[in-house]
C-alpha cells in the first residue's frame, strides 16, 4: 500500500474510493481508464464529477480525474505539527520526487509500465482539508515572494493512457512542447 524508498521519481502510495469522502483509503494497486479516471473512483467520468462543480455545470469536462500530491508537502506540513499520511487529503497517486507544483501545465507523468497522465492544473484545497485537521488549510496555502498564492494541494490531471499504477512505480516526465504555461487552479 505504500512503496518502499527508492532512488529516482516514483509513486508512494495510491488510493480510491468509491464514495465522495474527503480522505481515501489506500489500496495496492489502482487501474486508470484512458478518459475516465480510476476504476472504483467517485472522481471518475469525461464530466466533472466534484460535487460543487457538478451543481453549477455537470456538462463541465472532467479536468480532476486523477489527483496527484508530492509526498513532500507531509513533511513540510510535518514541521508545522501536522500528521498527514498518503490518501488523507483525497489524492489518488502520491508520489515522491517530482516538483508537481512546478510542472507547466499539459505535462505528461508516465506512470509505471503504461499509464500516462496529463497535468489540467491544480487542486485549490477548500475548507474540507481544516475538517479533515483543524489550521492545515493555513499550512497547505502559502504565500509566494510576490505576494501570489501558494496552492500546494497537489495537481489533477486526466488519463491519456491507461494502466495499472502500484506503489513503487516509477515517474517519468514529459514536459509539453512550446512556452511552458503554468498551472492554474481546476
Do not use: Y
Not at 532512488?7 to 481508464?33: C, I, M, N, Q, Y
Not at 496527484?68 to 483525497?90: K, N
Amino acid at each position: 500500500m505504500v512503496g518502499e524508498q527508492g532512488d529516482g521519481p516514483r509513486v508512494v502510495a495510491v488510493s480510491r474510493d468509491g464514495e465522495h469522502r474527503f480522505s481515501k483509503p489506500l489500496v495496492d494497486e489502482v487501474v486508470l481508464v484512458e478518459g475516465w479516471g480510476i476504476e472504483g473512483d467517485a472522481h471518475a467520468g469525461t464530466t466533472v464529477q466534484h460535487r460543487s462543480r457538478v451543481a453549477r455545470d455537470p456538462s463541465q469536462p472532467n479536468l480532476r480525474q486523477v489527483h496527484l500530491i508530492h509526498a513532500e508537502v507531509f513533511d513540510e506540513v510535518a514541521a508545522a505539527g501536522f500528521h498527514v499520511e498518503p490518501g488523507q487529503m483525497g489524492e489518488n497517486v502520491t508520489t515522491r520526487g517530482v516538483d508537481l507544483l512546478g510542472l507547466p501545465t499539459g505535462t505528461v507523468l508516465h506512470l509505471g509500465d503504461s499509464a500516462r497522465v496529463q497535468v489540467t492544473g491544480l487542486r485549490n484545497p477548500c475548507q474540507q482539508i481544516n475538517d479533515f485537521e483543524p489550521g492545515l488549510l493555513r499550512a497547505v496555502l502559502g504565500r509566494a515572494d510576490d505576494g501570489s498564492v501558494e496552492r500546494k494541494g497537489g495537481v489533477m490531471s486526466i488519463v491519456l493512457a491507461g494502466g495499472t499504477v502500484r506503489p513503487g512505480d516509477g515517474i517519468r516526465v514529459e514536459l509539453p512542447a512550446g512556452e511552458p504555461q503554468p498551472l492554474q487552479p481546476v
